[in-house]
């Protein structure tokens, strides 16, 4: 399973901003999309996750400005990110729960800037 995430930017408080992540490779085994994001200094946290069979969940922070929509023709999945906060600044990361070895893979972190 590969993951290729991009999207990122500076955008102003209030702001929004979509983070794509493409999968390819043997997409058959995965459980879930997530996404994860790590401020400068801080562990890297769980933003929301999309199940294989379209379930979603979303981290208290995040819940009602966030959403996890998906295009399944084109092996996309979206981080949609609405009423930007400067605390949401951080490294995105998206990853692949699988059901198999090595059970975990991750995209190259994509930076997002909110500025204030």
């Known amino acids: 399973v590969q993951l290729q995430a991009s999207g990122g930017g500076l955008v102003q408080a209030g702001g929004s901003l979509r983070l794509s992540c493409v999968v390819s490779?043997?997409?058959?085994?995965?459980?879930?999309i997530g996404w994860y994001r790590q401020a400068p200094g801080k562990q890297r946290d769980l933003v929301g996750a999309i199940s294989n069979g379209g379930r979603t969940n979303y981290a208290d922070s995040v819940k009602g400005r966030f959403t996890i929509p998906r295009d399944n023709a084109k092996n996309t999945v979206y981080l949609q990110m609405n009423s930007l906060k400067p605390e949401d600044t951080a490294v995105y990361y998206c990853?692949?729960?699988?059901?198999?070895?090595?059970?975990?893979?991750w995209g190259q972190g994509t930076l997002v800037t909110v500025s204030s």
């Open positions: 490779g043997s997409s058959f085994s995965i459980n879930a």
């Open positions: 990853h692949a729960d699988v059901s198999s070895w090595p059970y975990n893979y």
